[in-house]
Every structure is written in structure tokens, then in C-alpha cells.
């Protein structure tokens, strides 16, 4: 099996009895559910999702402006990129905002490009497990597994609920058009996704039932400054944009590159979906790729309403 040595921040392997190595599960859900009521999300101020649900399909969606908000203009790509590369000038980006309230995209730069997931699979896991029914057990396992990135019971439910299996059936119930299975089952942090389609997993979730969806944006919103394995979750969004947030980030490294990801809703009443995806030469150094990540969020700071 291919091992992954470096500085103890790795892609997690699962290891079955009998030495296979296996890798997650989900089935279609019903978007016309109502959303729910409003969310109460601490240790920040109160929140609410808004009053619709989410269409499944982003390209489609119509574009409806509220009377009274401003539509974003575009956003220019290059501010991010450049903020980013002046702390570590070798870090690739992947950047795209939707904005919920117009149905517009503000910034897509990057969109299709592919990226490992590291932990930013745990949101396809949570989406599985809730829509094949997880007991109540399970319910608080995966807010653990979402707001503490917790790697253990990502590998547990990734065992549980078939691995290989669920990306292949999560990626063609939300039309994830860039997602890729692990080339080793068992390495889950090696799924492939691009900006676009962690965007589209989060209008996904949107648009499940209403204690799913409040699930994992409670969890989001309850992300805690520290991983369980103790890495600092605050780069990116939560450090670089004064705003409500929901996040899920993601870190880790292979024999080929080290990655960091900070992506969430974010905004009043979570108008926006925010992704960015960064890859980083071996070497570059944690500390320095998260401030690179943390710099392309401040690049977006004022140019959106509300943020």
C-alpha cells in the first residue's frame, strides 16, 4: 500500500480485515421539502437559512433578485491569486462564489480545476450517511466527524457506508461533474474535486430535509479552532472575512504536494457560497500556506454586499 511519510499531516488509509483496503454512500432526496426554521449557530451571532430551497443544478438556476440587494459586481480573480502568492508564491488557487440571493457567480477562477480533497470529503460522507438514514448515534457522530474535521470517524463511516461506492453515487445524484474516487480506496483524502463542484455539494445540502440540512450547517457553523487532530481550522474564511460563517476546511499532504482548502457559506443569511482551494509545493510550510489562504479571503473582502 502506498504510504504517505511527511510531517504527520497526511491522507488518512483504511484497512479492512484480510488486507483490503476499501473506501464511502447516499440516495436522491426530495428538494421540494420546505428548509426548515431558523438555525441558531454559536460560538457566533444567530443566523437563519433563507425561506427557499436550493436547486440541485447550479447551471440552471434561475437568477431572482430580491428587491432591495445588491448584486455583487465580479469579483477579479487576479486579486485573490496575487494576495496569495505574496505569502507563498508558489500557491495554486481554485476560487468560486455563488451568490444565493441573485443566483449569480461573482468569481469562478480556476473552476474546473482538479484538486485532493483532504478533508472537504467528510461533507460527501455527512450527506450519505443522513440520506441512508443514520440513527441517532450516528446523527452526532457525523457533527463531530464536521465541526472537529474528527479523522477517525471519517474513516469509520468511509468503512461503513463503502467508500468508493458512495463517491461515484454522491458524485452522480449532484452531478459532480470533476469528482473523482481516491486511486487507493482506502486513501480518502485523495478524492479529486474541483472549486465547482464543492460548491454545488453545498447547495446540495441546502437543499436536503430540514433536520439534515440543519445538521451539518449547525456543525459547520460550530467548527472549532482546532481539529481533533490538532491542526488551527481558522485560516481562510474565518480569519479573513468579517462575516457569519459555516465552514469546512481541509489539509494534507502526499509524496506529491501539500493542499489547504477553506470553504463555507458565509455572509447574512449564508447568501454566499465560498470555495477555495489551494496546492502548495512540499516544503512550503503550514503556517505559510494557511496565511496564503487566509490572504486570498481578505482579497474579497468589500467587494461583496454584506461582507
Same mark, same amino acid.
Given at each position: 500500500?502506498?504510504?504517505?511519510?511527511?510531517?504527520?499531516?497526511?491522507?488518512?488509509?483504511?484497512?479492512?480485515?484480510?488486507?483490503?483496503?476499501?473506501?464511502?454512500?447516499?440516495?436522491?432526496?426530495?428538494?421540494?421539502?420546505?428548509?426548515?426554521?431558523?438555525?441558531?449557530?454559536?460560538?457566533?451571532?444567530?443566523?437563519?437559512?433563507?425561506?427557499?430551497?436550493?436547486?440541485?443544478?447550479?447551471?440552471?438556476?434561475?437568477?431572482?433578485?430580491?428587491?432591495?440587494?445588491?448584486?455583487?459586481?465580479?469579483?477579479?480573480?487576479?486579486?485573490?491569486?496575487?494576495?496569495?502568492?505574496?505569502?507563498?508564491?508558489?500557491?495554486?488557487?481554485?476560487?468560486?462564489?455563488?451568490?444565493?440571493?441573485?443566483?449569480?457567480?461573482?468569481?469562478?477562477?480556476?473552476?474546473?480545476?482538479?484538486?485532493?480533497?483532504?478533508?472537504?470529503?467528510?461533507?460527501?460522507?455527512?450527506?450519505?450517511?443522513?440520506?441512508?438514514?443514520?440513527?441517532?448515534?450516528?446523527?452526532?457522530?457525523?457533527?463531530?466527524?464536521?465541526?472537529?474535521?474528527?479523522?477517525?470517524?471519517?474513516?469509520?463511516?468511509?468503512?461503513?457506508?463503502?467508500?468508493?461506492?458512495?463517491? %461515484?453515487?454522491? *458524485?452522480?445524484?449532484? @452531478?459532480? &461533474?470533476?469528482?473523482?474516487?481516491?486511486? !487507493?480506496?482506502?486513501?480518502? +483524502?485523495? =478524492?479529486?474535486?474541483?472549486?465547482?463542484?464543492?460548491?454545488?455539494?453545498?447547495?446540495?445540502?441546502?437543499?436536503?430535509?430540514?433536520?439534515?440540512?440543519?445538521?451539518?450547517?449547525?456543525?459547520?457553523?460550530?467548527?472549532?479552532?482546532?481539529?481533533?487532530?490538532?491542526?488551527?481550522?481558522?485560516?481562510?474564511?474565518?480569519?479573513?472575512?468579517? %462575516?457569519?460563517? *459555516?465552514?469546512?476546511? @481541509?489539509? &494534507?499532504?502526499?509524496?506529491?504536494?501539500? !493542499?489547504?482548502?477553506?470553504? +463555507?457559506? =458565509?455572509?447574512?443569511?449564508?447568501?454566499?457560497?465560498?470555495?477555495?482551494?489551494?496546492?502548495?509545493?512540499?516544503?512550503?510550510?503550514?503556517?505559510?500556506?494557511?496565511?496564503?489562504?487566509?490572504?486570498?479571503?481578505?482579497?474579497?473582502?468589500?467587494?461583496?454586499?454584506?461582507?
Amino acid at each position: 500500500m502506498r504510504t504517505f511519510p511527511l510531517r504527520g499531516v497526511r491522507w488518512l488509509a483504511v484497512v479492512l480485515p484480510l488486507g483490503l483496503i476499501v473506501g464511502c454512500g447516499a440516495r436522491p432526496v426530495d428538494t421540494s421539502a420546505p428548509p426548515g426554521p431558523p438555525i441558531q449557530i454559536a460560538p457566533q451571532s444567530s443566523a437563519s437559512l433563507p425561506p427557499t430551497p436550493m436547486p440541485k443544478n447550479p447551471p440552471t438556476e434561475p437568477k431572482v433578485e430580491r428587491r432591495g440587494d445588491k448584486r455583487p459586481e465580479a469579483i477579479d480573480a487576479r486579486l485573490l491569486a496575487e494576495a496569495a502568492a505574496e505569502v507563498e508564491p508558489n500557491t495554486t488557487l481554485g476560487a468560486f462564489v455563488f451568490d444565493r440571493t441573485t443566483g449569480t457567480t461573482p468569481l469562478a477562477y480556476n473552476a474546473d480545476r482538479p484538486f485532493r480533497s483532504a478533508s472537504l470529503v467528510k461533507l460527501l460522507i455527512a450527506i450519505d450517511a443522513l440520506e441512508n438514514g443514520a440513527d441517532a448515534e450516528d446523527r452526532e457522530r457525523i457533527a463531530r466527524m464536521l465541526s472537529l474535521s474528527d479523522d477517525d470517524l471519517a474513516s469509520m463511516f468511509w468503512v461503513k457506508d463503502g467508500g468508493v461506492g458512495m463517491v %461515484a453515487r454522491t *458524485a452522480a445524484e449532484l @452531478g459532480l &461533474g470533476g469528482v473523482r474516487p481516491p486511486e !487507493v480506496p482506502g486513501q480518502w +483524502g485523495e =478524492v479529486v474535486v474541483t472549486p465547482r463542484d464543492v460548491a454545488a455539494i453545498y447547495r446540495h445540502v441546502l437543499a436536503m430535509p430540514p433536520e439534515d440540512q440543519a445538521l451539518i450547517v449547525k456543525s459547520l457553523g460550530r467548527a472549532t479552532p482546532y481539529a481533533a487532530d490538532g491542526f488551527d481550522q481558522y485560516f481562510g474564511i474565518p480569519t479573513g472575512l468579517k %462575516a457569519q460563517w *459555516a465552514i469546512k476546511q @481541509g489539509w &494534507g499532504n502526499n509524496d506529491e504536494a501539500m !493542499v489547504l482548502h477553506s470553504t +463555507g457559506l =458565509v455572509g447574512p443569511d449564508f447568501r454566499y457560497v465560498v470555495v477555495l482551494l489551494t496546492e502548495h509545493p512540499l516544503g512550503s510550510g503550514w503556517q505559510t500556506s494557511a496565511q496564503s489562504v487566509t490572504a486570498a479571503a481578505m482579497a474579497m473582502t468589500g467587494r461583496l454586499p454584506g461582507i
